[in-house]
């Protein structure tokens, strides 16, 4: 019987190393300690045996059975390790190796651009205003002093939505939907989409302007050249500017202002069409009918304003030749600008 029990602990101790899951482990428990178990048939033979060998055989077993439960105990802690081992070194993270990139997107170089010219005005103490791109002619044309008969109110040019409401055709509305709202002094800007009827090379149906307008007691048109040669010379470097005597039905006098050719330094390129110059924005000195039309007394105010097309600034800003660039939607063209 000593032998047998002996020869059970040796039994474990032979087996219970080569284990590598819990369950083998609890299968070997249920084989030896359990109630159909090895022991347990053996410690039924107690009966047989007689009273006087009794104790010494009940301790035998028992001190078998704490060995065996102990060799279980131990090597089950050891596998449990073994197991938390395996885990960490399975779910290691190899920092080592390079992420993958997000790609993100970037702004259009008209936006970038509209948002560049809008910050060096904001710096000036310009307001930014804002207004609708579906327009009453009563801002588009009438406010701004554009009679019935001027050429620009021709169908030809104009996205006429109703008789009295169209795509407005310039930003210059704004300014008028801004006067009446505000009394002077002030200074105020407005960029955004206009719209005309015209498609070709150099011409898409919508494009971009910017607006500005300054009014306010003896505002002159010393005023308008320094705030305009500073606005140039912060977006395109020291340059040379002229202003040439032109015609708008809402300024008086006015003017266009021209940079000295970006591309070739005034020496007469295919872009400046050999002249040396680049005309870059419309401007003028607000004619007394327009300050009338939103209630503003010429006698006491007076102001200046100007416009520009964004297009043909971010033309030169970038060295673009073609318009159409901006409308293509060509990643590879967008990309440059990220
Ligand atoms: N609105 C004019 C245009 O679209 C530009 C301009 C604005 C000219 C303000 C003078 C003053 O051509």
Redesign the pocket.
Known sequence: MEKRLQSLKQEVESIINGVSTLQEIDDIRVKYLGKKGSLTEISKQMRDISPDDRPRFGQLVNETKTAITELIEKRMERLKEQIKEQQLKDEIIDISLPGRMISTGGLHPITETMDFLKDIFIEMGFDVAEGPEVEFTKYNFDALNIPDTHPSRDLQDTFYILENVVLR????PV?ARYMEKNKPPFRMICAGK?YRNDYDISHTPMFH?M???MVGENISFANLKAILEQFVTKVFGKTKVRFRPHF?P??EP?AEMDVECVICKGKGCRVCKHSGWLEI????MVDPEVLKNVGYNPEEVSGF????GIERITMLRYGIDDLRAFFENNMRFLKQFK
């Not at 055709?169 to 210059?172: F, G, I, K, P």
């Open positions: 055709t310039h930003t210059s300014q206009v302007q607006e500005g307008l708008f809402f300024t006015s924005m419309g401007c003028g304003a100007f416009g520009m």
